[in-house]
RNA sequence: CGGGGCGUAGCUCAGCCUGGCUAGAGCGCUUGGUUUGGGACCAAGAUGUCGUAGGUUCAAAUCCUAUCGCCCCGACCA
């Protein structure tokens, strides 16, 4: 491809409303325009990319025994009201209407769309299993796309699923995908790693998301340095002590603590450690108001209450809601004598952190405003309906899988996910099948996605210096740039003569063709970030010589000009 | 949805507070010339519904109101 024939508006100034550094140096590379918010052109170098990770994509997926198709965009409303979808999903499900005002969605992902197919034509085990997935452009109206193509609202993603006759089946195809995952982000130039993670909204029994680690990530994420445990801090656990069950011999008494509602106002105020406090937080959900305890030195995990409590929705209860329920001021709620039910919002249950199991002699709140209780109890002043682990994560704490290392927190972004989603859609689409003895069964379900474009971005979060983007080779638009310096005849000729050499040997080449000064094509050729660039100098060019440099490490040297295209396949393979 | 910020030339931004003649700079672009191994120089030039609509005023990029768009933080999120 010449330079001069291609549409590369790199830009000398970062954009003003780009934040990372992905999303500037796409936009100062050439490789995306913004349209509108969260949705992108992609142009030609943009595209190349894309293409070079779908390719690998493909590649893997289809070593791994999966088939390509492709669903449509646009699906009709009914297939979401089958699954129960069209309600639940929310503002982020873009809603249109066609020309006779039947509703349609532009597919966020694709479920019922697959399921719909494999339950009209697949009927029998011994079609099964299958592995279907597609490469096609989503959307979702996400409330608040952010860092180009990192999290657009229009994105490329590459999103399969696969139907089994039984869960081992499952368990085992899972393995194989999460091996194939890894290895596309490693043929990617990506380390990335697979963390156990929240099933979230979709539904399903067990995750993992596939994490490239880089400190502008979105995902937070618990690892131990001594085993192999990785695990989103969303649902991370850490090996933690259960309080200690001393005897209940502390009696409840009512102490004046005028303002001070925090944990530390209060556990400094009464010379008590934080992890004597009971922190009562109080949340509403569609199930009613749940009451969560847990010691004054840790933090409440949300995700895990609302797994525990099997809402669909949790929030922070409002002031109102508090003074309904406790009868005090923000601040002073505890979980002593409070009512079962409270008028107008619903049932009250109690769910309290393994931290509260047993404790004894403890600081809450009274529920009367400016006061604490003190001495208190668990089982003999209060009973919670379960003691599970509802915790976030610290850096610094045990390992719950070995129980010896400690856990660091680092950030990553999520480059892809895998589900084991059972039977989910597969019951609610009645995608059945027959089995050895002619009994109808719901399909096993797994679902696994890798975000194209999210990818792309990773890598140049990876891979970049203060020059521009260093492209790993496997994704780069093109393997050689071409850069002819100066205006002389004999240049331009063996720029040509090279340029032609290196196509018919199939290297992907782009020519720097352009009239422009030498600095401005360096600095060019640095920011679009191509791995190789070959230079073509008059001096040089006298003597039968060419320069060859590695983008990466800035290393130069001369070659002839014969032995640039054996030295290009060299650094190929 | 809550909080904050921004919208002036292709890009980055100044001007706005304290209204005043013809709206500016750098970069980019066009033409001519000199240059040519790391974002050149000289000269000449083109480019704007000052986001949009309404209002106040003798007079609005500037003040007021509404509206649209974009960015950031939070809430949210296969």
Redesign the pocket.
């Known amino acids: 491809m010449k330079y001069s024939k291609s549409l590369i508006p790199?830009?000398?100034?970062?954009?003003?409303?780009?934040?990372?550094v992905s999303?500037k140096l796409m936009l100062?590379a050439g490789l995306i325009r913004?349209v509108?918010?969260?949705s992108y052109d992609y142009l030609p170098l943009g595209l190349r990319v894309i293409r070079k990770v779908e390719k690998i994509v493909r590649e893997e997926m289809d070593a791994a025994g999966c088939q390509e198709v492709l669903l449509p965009i646009v699906i009709p409303a009914e297939l979401w009201q089958e699954s129960g979808r069209w309600e639940r999903y929310?503002k982020?499900l873009l809603r249109v209407k066609d020309r006779s005002n039947r509703d349609f969605c532009i597919g966020?992902?694709h479920e019922e769309v697959i399921t719909d197919l494999v339950r009209r034509e697949i009927k029998s085990y011994r079609d099964l299993p299958k592995n279907l997935y597609q490469i096609n452009t989503?959307y979702?109206d996400?409330?608040?796309?952010?860092?180009g193509l990192m999290?657009g609202r229009e994105?490329i993603?590459k999103?399969g699923y696969s139907f089994h006759t039984s869960v081992e089946d499952l368990d085992r195809h899972y393995e194989v995908m999460k091996n194939a995952y890894l290895k596309i982000f490693q043929r990617c130039g990506l380390d990335a790693r697979a963390v156990e993670a929240?099933?979230?909204?979709?539904?399903g029994y067990s995750?993992h998301e596939l994490v490239v680690l880089a400190d502008t990530g979105?995902s937070i994420i618990a690892t131990c340095g001594k085993c192999d445990y990785t695990a989103s801090a969303e649902i991370a656990a850490s090996a933690r002590p259960s309080a200690k069950k001393s005897k209940a011999s502390s009696t409840v008494k009512e102490v004046h603590t005028p303002s001070l509602k925090t944990v530390e106002e209060v556990a400094s105020y009464l010379k008590v450690e934080p992890s004597q406090m009971i922190k009562t937080l109080i949340y509403l959900t569609d199930k009613g108001l749940i009451v969560a305890l847990i010691a004054g030195n840790l933090e409440l995990n949300?995700v895990k209450l609302t797994n525990a409590t099997g809402a669909a929705?949790?929030?922070m209860a409002d002031e109102a809601a508090v003074k309904k329920l406790t009868g005090a001021e923000v601040g002073f709620a505890g979980p002593v004598s409070l009512p079962a039910e409270v008028q107008g919002i619903g049932k009250v249950r109690i769910i309290a952190d393994i931290s509260i199991e047993g404790i004894s002699n403890a600081v809450t709140g009274a529920n009367k405003t400016d006061y604490h209780l003190t001495g208190v109890c668990d089982a003999r002043d209060f009973k919670a309906e379960k003691y599970i682990d509802l915790s976030s994560v610290k850096k610094g704490d045990v390992c719950p899988k070995c129980g010896k290392g400690k856990l660091d927190i680092v950030r990553g972004i999520e480059v892809?996910?895998v589900?084991k989603l059972g039977t989910k859609y597969s019951e609610a689409l009645k995608a059945v099948f027959l089995d050895e003895n002619g009994k109808e069964k719901p399909m096993i379900m797994g679902?696994y996605?890798?975000?194209i474009g999210r990818t792309a971005a990773a890598a140049i979060e990876q891979n970049n210096d203060e020059?521009?983007i260093i492209w790993p080779l496997p994704l780069a638009p093109f393997h050689v740039e071409l850069i002819s310096?100066?205006?002389d005849s004999k240049v331009s000729e063996t720029a040509e003569k090279i340029y032609a050499e290196l196509m018919k040997n199939g290297i992907e080449v782009l020519f720097d063709d352009r009239?422009?000064?030498?600095?401005?094509k360096?600095?060019?050729?640095?920011?679009i970030g191509i791995p190789y660039?070959a230079?073509?100098?008059?001096?040089?060019?006298e003597q039968g010589k060419i320069?060859f440099?590695i983008r990466k490490t800035g290393e130069?040297k001369m070659v002839g000009a014969k032995d640039i295209i054996d030295l290009i396949n060299k650094e190929l393979h």
């Open positions: 790199t830009l000398r100034e970062d954009p003003a409303d780009a934040e990372c999303h100062r913004q509108t918010r969260g929310g982020e966020p992902t989503k979702r996400e409330v608040r796309p952010r860092f999290r994105f993603m999103d929240d099933t979230g909204s979709i539904g995750s979105e949300e929705f949790l929030t892809g996910q589900f679902t996605g890798i975000g020059n521009g310096v100066g205006e009239a422009g000064r030498p600095g401005v360096f600095a060019d050729a640095d920011l660039q230079i073509i100098g008059k001096k040089a060019i320069e440099k130069r």
